[in-house]
């Protein structure tokens, strides 16, 4: 079982609740009362992956969410585009989000906010060096 104040765990919920934001490794590393280096080799023993490589899965997986939300609900006339939702997640360049998404969820982001076929996200995030979820926090 996990402590409730293990730094792990810390930073996956603080990651999870604050992912919208600009955060980065220190306001992670701060909510876990651990130093940069030591979250990352503790996420690395734990999850095999980063802080930041989970942060990356967890905003690829609400950048998901949200094309789905957005073919679901598209009125005519209503035009969100893909790069206004990487942007929301904090995905700067444009082909860098695309090559992420389709390794991710073998589409491209564009034929997810068309409304082609699509399975929900994997809540909370996966990178792409490794999973990185509840469960395996919790073993």
């Known amino acids: 079982m996990v402590h409730p104040t293990d730094p792990v ?3 996956c919920q603080f990651i999870r609740a604050e ?8 306001q992670i590393a701060a909510a876990a009362h651990l130093s940069e280096r030591g ?11 980063t802080p930041l490589g989970y942060l990356r899965g967890v905003r690829l997986a609400r950048a998901h969410d949200e ?12 035009r969100t585009t893909v790069n206004e939702i990487a942007r929301h997640w904090h995905f700067a360049h444009p082909s860098r989000f695309a090559a992420l998404y389709f390794e ?9 906010l068309r409304g082609r076929a ?13 999973p990185a979820d509840e469960a395996r926090m919790e073993s």
Do not use: C
């Open 19 to 26: 992912a919208r934001e600009p955060i980065g490794l220190a």
């Open 9 to 11: 765990l810390m930073a």
């Open 67 to 78: 094309l789905v939300a957005e073919a679901a609900d598209r009125a005519p006339g209503r």
């Open 104 to 112: 991710r969820y073998a589409r491209y982001p564009a034929d997810t």
């Open 118 to 130: 699509v399975a929900p996200a994997a809540e909370p995030g996966v990178s792409s060096t490794g």
């Open 39 to 49: 979250l990352q080799h503790a996420f690395k023993k734990r999850l095999g992956t």
